[in-house]
């Protein structure tokens, strides 16, 4: 699951809003038209049903509908809300024009019901009727008003979706948000996992439609748990049956010293006896390698805080020889002290190889410091060297098994970085790697920082 996070939004919860925002979206257009085209119909219905009433109003009044006076005035009037009722036919001898009072020109033949005629340059609703006494009149308004206002009522049918609409969009994204919220945090449950944790996931909380793929993921887990057992487990048997016969190889080759030998002969006796040393080294380191991925990632903590000056003393006293042999200047800056609340077999394991590390990779006379410092939310402590240093773009390859850095000949075995970030992360440390001289770019500083909280 690299990348959780973006990927599943992208793929699952994207999707989805987007469907339901499309979804929703066209429903709403599709009543929205409905709700306009409905509305607009009614409201010319009622209009229309003006006509009609006042149509009948003057067939039971039996009005006689006659042109206006000539001096009536007309154009203090709205003439949009005015309606006009006049006889089918009707002639105004003053030719006047239906603004001034006059009559529209409608035609005689024209049959009773509803009509929509242009007459004199503007459009009007025209209702005929023939009356009780046999006489055919005309009731007419004119359209534009009749059409803005059957528009104004039917856009305010479409206010609620106006408003409700965009209010349901950012509900159901919510929602969507809310509901994918677990899967969510189980990816990004899984993407701050470290590479050796195998523990299966929790299925509280979850979706019962992703329970399925979560137990998958266990049961997998729970096989490359095993596969990876299997594999410790057959190097660290390997490592151990080899202890033996390079012990017995060892004591060989001392009783082999102990006997008369030419020069050339007792040369490839030493060459032999560094390889049978580096095999022994192998073997120990393979065993330290084993042990230490194999235990559990997050041990109890100690009983009682370790003494880093301690530790510190005895690593020297198990490597000083070494150091002496290659006339490393060896030594602790500082005298300050700190006491941890992990294992000391781990504490001990990782600087002992980190020192070992130093000691063999820093060129004879060269110097090795070892230093703890505390800072404002941990403790750090470093392994300082004067040899060549690890470039930047090598520093995360140096903590592969077996790996070696180019150009660094046949010292040490690759394993020793390894053995230092498998013992880090058991007890929850960072390991970072710089120059001990940053100008020169030479020498390398190892700082492994903890916690505060793994203090007393």
Do not use: W
């Not at 390889?275 to 330290?288: K, N, S, T």
């Not at 075995?413 to 970072?432: D, N, Q």
């Amino acid at each position: 699951m690299d990348g959780g996070p973006g990927r599943l939004n992208a793929s699952l919860q994207r999707r989805l809003a987007l469907a339901l925002v499309l979804c929703i979206g066209v429903v709403a257009l599709v009543a929205g038209a409905f709700s306009f085209a409905t509305a607009y119909d009614e409201a010319r219905e009622l209009q229309d049903d003006v006509l009609l009433q006042v149509a009948l109003l003057v067939d039971r009044q039996r009005l006689d509908p006659v042109p206006a006076a000539p001096d009536a005035h007309f154009k203090a009037h709205d003439d949009g809300t005015r309606v006009i009722v006049q006889r089918l036919g009707a002639v105004d001898p003053a030719g006047r024009h239906v603004d001034d009072g006059g009559v529209l020109p409608i035609p005689p033949t024209l049959a009773d019901g509803l009509h929509t005629l242009e007459l004199g340059g503007e459009s009007f609703r025209v209702l005929v009727r023939t009356t009780a006494a046999g006489t055919r009149i005309a009731v007419a308004q004119e359209s534009d008003l009749r059409d803005e206002l059957a528009q104004g009522s039917a856009l305010r049918t479409l206010l609620p979706f106006l408003v409700l609409v965009p209010v349901l969009l950012l509900l159901v994204a919510r929602l969507v948000r809310t509901m994918f919220g677990p899967i969510t945090a189980l990816a990004q449950q899984v993407d701050a996992r470290a590479e050796h944790d195998l523990q299966p996931m929790a299925t509280h909380g979850l979706p019962a439609e992703v329970r399925p793929f979560v137990g998958a993921i266990n049961r997998l887990l729970a096989r490359v748990a095993q596969a990876m057992a299997a594999q410790q487990r057959f190097v660290a048997d390997a490592a151990h049956e080899l202890r033996s016969p390079l012990a017995a190889l060892s004591l060989q080759a001392e009783r082999l010293a102990q006997a008369d030998m030419s020069a050339g002969a007792r040369e490839r006796l030493g060459a032999l006896r560094q390889g049978i040393e580096r095999g022994r080294r192998l073997v120990d380191q393979l065993l330290a390698l084993a042990r230490a991925q194999s235990a559990p990632p997050a041990p109890a903590p100690a009983q009682a805080p370790v003494s880093v000056q301690r530790v510190f003393r005895e690593v020297l006293e198990d490597l000083m020889p070494l150091a002496q042999a290659r006339a490393i200047d060896i030594g602790v800056e500082g005298a300050q002290d700190v006491q941890l609340r992990v294992a000391e077999r781990d504490l001990h394991t990782l600087l002992r190889n980190l020192v070992d590390n130093a000691i063999r990779h820093t060129p004879e006379g060269g110097r090795v410091d070892l230093g703890v410092r505390t800072t404002a939310g941990a403790v750090v402590l470093s392994v300082r060297d004067t040899g060549a240093g690890i470039a930047p773009e090598e520093r995360e390859r140096v903590f592969d098994p077996f790996y070696r850095v180019p150009g660094s000949g046949p010292i040490g075995s690759g394993l020793g970085l390894s053995i230092v970030r498998a013992v880090a992360e058991r007890i929850g440390a960072s390991v970072r790697l710089d120059y001990s001289d940053a100008a020169q770019r030479t020498g390398l500083v190892v700082e492994v920082s903890l916690a505060r909280g793994d203090g007393p």
